[in-house]
């Protein structure tokens, strides 16, 4: 063997065996970070609160080996990682410098030459618990935000039990962009996307507008963030907007007017499902309404009801005469009658009722009173939603219900018809319940590229920001 060929493959041999030694190194030190970290997330104080719990099933599902350091220094996801972290204010979240900046330099640190190896062992396993607690709050807050509902008022939109954190952060881990993978923890509702790329459109174009308009939405991303993932079609009730959309995916099918709840008899907001809807329905008058309303109406002039297509019953069922009551000897309290409106042009459900359950018993109906669609301000009801085009809606759910069978579709359109002509009442359940969102966004861009401020007619805005507001420091969403 020549000496030129002997020297190359002493060479070569001789880059193998450093190699091969870096990787042994490598991979001891990856053991040993897996030892520390299953040490640190066994001791008993680690399980005492939520997100040492998280962090323990997190490293538990990669057998604790490390995920975003290296012998040598971070990976590609931990820079990706820590640059969503800056960018928070981005997506209508906190942005807390300080706690950003930890894992940073302790990052930052791995890469000093005169690191011994104990400092860089510390080092790496104190990275991995910052980086990774902080990623999984910044992908929960994504999807949910950081304040809980029920904390600021009475809500049925029930969170999406079915999102992990955990689960969504490994599997970004091995994406090639997982920054990409990240972000789409976020809600893909229309009003969302809209929302939050008008956002980001006044952060690069005006700061001062931006500082202005900051905790408003935030505020309003953090309510699209509470509702459930959007089916490909619902029905979406924005209660300061005074409308109801039919939306499928990203594109608006009808839009109609709508009367939501006065401030004194709020509409809630909630989540569920149009089951079916009645037309020619009767009307039960709540308890509420009878005793609030109608009572001191009757010990005025017993002839209220008869005048007004209302039917009294009592406790057993029997239809007294109410001229013959003596209504000023009948309390509030103790009220022993029913109270129905039939089925009449002047009724108050109008010609059609739209059910989903929920717990505060409101619903979608119709209305003879039509003048106050075209009132500006139309926060006028008990709770229920009046909607200026119910028949429309009607339509649109049975020939969607039955888009497969066009022809049964028309027949249930013609009976539909039938009963509102005629008088009497109807049910037509859906074989494929509509989701509908009754929400309140003072802030969107449903209507354009540019946000657009709606009146807080109740009030709410105020609790929500400030719920916002103690969980980061003055200032931090601006930057300051």
């Known amino acids: 063997m020549s000496h030129s060929v002997e020297g190359k493959l002493c060479v070569c041999l001789g880059l193998l065996f450093c190699l091969v030694l870096g990787q042994t190194a490598a991979a001891q030190t990856n053991a040993d970070v897996a030892a520390q970290l299953r040490q640190r997330l066994a001791a008993p104080a680690a399980a005492d609160n939520e997100m040492g719990a998280e962090l323990q099933r997190f490293y538990a599902q990669v057998n604790y080996a490390p995920v975003w350091t290296t012998a040598t ?51 790496r396993v104190r990275a991995e618990l910052l980086l990774t607690a902080q990623l999984l709050q910044f992908t929960t807050q994504l999807r949910r935000g950081h304040v809980r509902p029920e904390s600021l008022q009475p809500t049925t939109c029930t969170a999406d039990s079915t999102f992990d954190p955990v689960f969504w952060l490994l599997s970004a881990r091995s994406c090639a962009d997982f920054s990409r993978q990240v972000l789409a923890a976020q809600p893909q509702s229309r009003s969302y996307v809209r929302l939050l790329g008008a956002w980001q459109r006044l952060l690069r174009t005006d700061s001062a507008a931006a500082r202005r308009q900051q905790w408003l939405v935030a505020a309003n991303l953090q309510r699209l963030r509470w509702e459930p993932a959007a089916d490909s079609l619902y029905c979406v009730v924005n209660i300061p907007a005074y409308s109801l959309q039919v939306v499928r995916r990203t594109k608006v099918l009808r839009t109609c007017r709508v009367v939501v709840g ?34 001191p109406q009757l010990r005025r002039n017993p002839g209220f009801l008869d005048d007004n297509n209302y039917i009294l019953y009592d406790r057993q069922g029997r239809v007294p005469n109410p001229r013959r009551i003596n209504w000023k000897e009948v309390s509030a309290e103790s009220f022993p009658y029913v109270i129905r409106q039939a089925a009449t042009s002047d009724n108050a459900l109008g010609n059609v009722v739209f059910r989903f359950p929920n717990p505060h018993d409101i619903f979608l109906h119709d209305t003879p009173a039509r003048r106050v669609f075209s009132q500006p301000k139309r926060a006028l009801s008990h709770g229920c939603i009046r909607l200026q085009n119910p028949l429309q809606l009607a339509v649109f759910l049975l020939r969607h219900d039955f888009a497969d069978q066009p022809s049964r579709a028309q027949r249930n359109v013609e009976r539909m018809w039938d009963s509102v002509y005629g008088g009497y009442s109807k049910y037509f359940p859906l074989r494929y319940p509509v989701p509908v969102y009754v929400r309140y966004l003072t802030c969107h861009a449903d209507d354009g590229p540019s946000l657009r401020q709606l009146p807080d007619i109740y009030g709410r805005d105020a609790t929500l920001i400030a719920a916002l507001r103690g969980q980061v420091a003055e200032g931090a969403m601006a930057g300051e």
């Open 262 to 295: 006065a401030p004194a008899t709020p509409t809630p907001e909630l989540c569920s499902r149009i089951r079916f809807f009645e037309t020619s329905p009767r009307w039960n008058v709540p308890r509420s309404i009878a005793t609030r309303e109608m009572l």
């Open 73 to 123: 220094g971070p990976r590609a996801a931990a820079t990706a990682g820590l640059k969503l972290l800056r960018q928070a204010r981005d997506y209508g979240l906190r942005s807390d410098n300080a706690a950003q900046q930890a894992p940073a330099r302790v990052l930052d640190s791995l890469a000093l030459p005169a690191l011994d190896s104990a400092a860089r062992l510390s080092g």
